[in-house]
């Protein structure tokens, strides 16, 4: 059958619903093909840094330099593929590990497969024996946080300074104990006790430098916080980690009850200007009647 032919029987409509489908049946493959493709080094970074370093000591797990030369190959293999598994199913190595590391589970990462672990302890032991790995982390200074950080970081939780690559201020998302009116948003968690939920300095930090959850990283991905950033909103989170959460649902009743009162005095404003623009129009003509009738 001809092209035109083809094109003659399907109509125009016809060919678009056909390349559509065409288009549809690709994803799966693309998707694949990609996963494949998959680059260790943008994988590390994308989906390990936050709880890793390689040289630059623990985080919320260990520091991976040179953990191939005290496990197997096959252990490490093994745990990459499903670290959940591996704890759950009593694994001696992997459970001793957990203990140490605040029974943290090192969670299974999404699109790992065999290829790309073998990739991955490949580039952790390639890593290792540089001088200083690019996984060695961002250097945040570890000198004492002083008033003017706290400061800072509180300027920039509430969005009273910008962030310098312009990315959204904390509030908007995240409620903190403290927080003036009606506190910050509720798509993320309140961070009020994050500093300990997370470790302390050195974990929350390595967290903010490549923040690797659903929300925080496409967000932040292409506008990092600095490290005098990162400094300051830590001193500011360790500032606040002994208090209370703040609970808002009294909050959310002040906010309902003001919109109420909002709306009431609206009503009688209008209605207000309203007579008066009668009484306007009214009074100039009383005035004249009267004005006539005495005449
Ligand atoms: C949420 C934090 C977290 C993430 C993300 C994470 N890990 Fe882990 N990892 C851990 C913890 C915690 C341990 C210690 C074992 C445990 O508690 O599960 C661990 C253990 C390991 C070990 C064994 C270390 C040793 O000393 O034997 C290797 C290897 C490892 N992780 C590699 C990776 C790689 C590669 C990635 C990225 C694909 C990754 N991890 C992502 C937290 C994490
Ligand atoms: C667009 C909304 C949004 C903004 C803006 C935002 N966050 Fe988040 N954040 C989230 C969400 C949602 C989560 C929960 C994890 C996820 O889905 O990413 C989260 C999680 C976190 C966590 C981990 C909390 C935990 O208990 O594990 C930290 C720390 C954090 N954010 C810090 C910050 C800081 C600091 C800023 C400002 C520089 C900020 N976030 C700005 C939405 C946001």
């Not at 200083?132 to 200074?141: C, E, H, L, P, T």
Request: hydrophobic letters at 45%; proline letters at 6%; glycine letters at 12%.
């Amino acid at each position: 059958m001809s092209g035109r032919a083809l094109s003659g029987r399907l109509g125009t409509g016809g060919i678009g619903r056909l390349a559509a489908w065409g288009a549809l049946w690709m994803v799966p493959w693309l998707a694949a093909g990609r996963l494949w493709a998959q680059d260790p080094v943008e994988f590390f970074k994308k989906n390990c840094q936050s709880c890793h370093t390689i040289g630059g000591g623990d985080l919320t797990g260990p520091d991976l330099k040179d953990v191939t030369k005290r496990r197997e190959r096959d252990w490490i293999l093994r745990f990459l593929l499903d670290p959940k598994g591996m704890i759950d199913g009593g694994d001696a190595i992997a459970t001793d590990l957990m203990a140490r590391y605040k029974n943290v589970v090192m969670p299974n990462v999404p699109g790992m497969n065999r290829d790309l672990a073998e990739k991955l302890i490949d580039l952790i032991e390639k890593e290792s024996a540089l001088e200083k790995s690019q996984f060695a982390g961002v250097q945040i200074s570890t000198r004492p946080f002083t008033a003017a950080d706290r400061e800072l970081g509180r300027r920039l939780f509430y969005g009273l300074q910008r962030l310098e690559a312009r990315g959204p201020a904390c509030i908007t998302c995240h409620d903190v104990a403290g927080a003036p009116g009606f506190g910050g948003g509720h798509l993320g968690p309140d961070l009020t006790q994050v500093y300990a939920r997370l470790g302390g300095r050195k974990p929350l930090s390595a967290w903010l430098v490549s923040p690797s959850t659903a929300v925080m990283q496409p967000v932040f991905k292409d506008k990092p916080l600095t490290a005098d950033e990162i400094l300051a909103l830590a001193a500011f989170f360790e500032q606040r980690a002994g208090q209370t959460p703040p609970h808002r649902a009294g909050a959310r009743v002040a906010f309902l009850l003001l919109g109420l009162v909002l709306a009431i005095g609206l009503m009688f404003a209008f209605d207000t200007i309203w007579k008066f623009r009668f009484r306007g129009v009214r009074r100039p003509l009383i005035d004249k009647r009267r004005s006539t009738q005495a005449a």
